[in-house]
């Protein structure tokens, strides 16, 4: 049973750069997408990005000049960093995985960590 | 980038009946990346349905998904008190990655 669990700050400062870390046990990194997600408060699920084992990534064009996801395969780790946040990138992050088998879909997901942006 | 747009957006049911969630497209979506989840207050998201049909595993046959292009549907045969919770549908358009319908609220009394 592949299970992801997230970590990092629950409190980072206007202008800093959130950081978080999913580690994943139960299987391997490979073959699959791991991706990153976020929900506001009381709002709807957005996508932030991914990055494939091979290290390929992908982010929301919204985001995508802030975005940087990365994998650490030897920890079976993958990480977000999202620069020159503001009070709107206060939400619940979600890792989960997308397994690359022709369907994409997100089949297994973290707890979820709130992060909350404020001085 | 896709816009998915969901209706209506709060279903009230009583056990047994039937619901029927809409998931509309701006555009055509491959039929291999429409998703349905289901996250009830708390918890994190759960697959529900994949490639617009398939159920996920340990998903109960109640649950049934069907569409193409741009309409698709999340059919819920007999609601069941655990099945209140926001369903999103989701779709995956390659380059621009994926984006999230906004939700509709079930509510079983």
């Known amino acids: 049973q592949v299970q992801l669990q997230e970590s990092g700050p629950g409190l980072v400062k206007p202008s800093e750069t959130l950081s978080l870390t999913c580690t994943v046990s139960g299987g391997s990194l490979s073959n699959s997408h791991w991706n990153w997600i976020r929900q506001p408060a009381g709002k709807g699920l957005e996508w932030v990005g991914h990055?494939?084992?091979?290290?390929?990534?992908n982010s929301n064009p919204s985001l995508k000049s802030r975005v940087t996801v990365s994998v650490d395969t030897s920890k079976s780790q993958f990480s977000l960093n999202l620069r020159s946040v503001t009070a709107a990138d206060t939400a619940i992050y979600y890792c989960a995985r997308d397994p690359v088998d022709g369907y994409s879909h997100f089949d297994y997901w973290g707890q979820g960590t709130l992060v909350t942006v404020s001085s | 980038e896709i816009v998915l747009t969901q209706s209506p957006g709060t279903l009230s049911l009583s056990p047994g009946e039937r619901a029927t969630l809409s998931c509309r497209a701006s555009q055509s979506v491959s039929s291999n990346y429409l998703v349905w989840y289901q996250q009830k207050p708390g918890q994190a998201p759960r697959v529900l349905i994949y490639?617009?049909?398939r159920r996920a595993t340990g998903i109960p046959d109640r649950f049934s998904g069907s569409g193409s292009g741009t309409d698709f549907t999340l059919t819920i045969s007999r609601v069941e008190p655990e099945d209140s919770a926001v369903y999103y549908c989701h779709q995956h358009d390659g380059s621009s990655g994926f984006t999230f319908g906004p939700g509709t609220k079930v509510d079983i009394k």
């Open positions: 990055i494939h084992n091979s290290g390929s990534t």
């Open positions: 490639g617009v049909s």
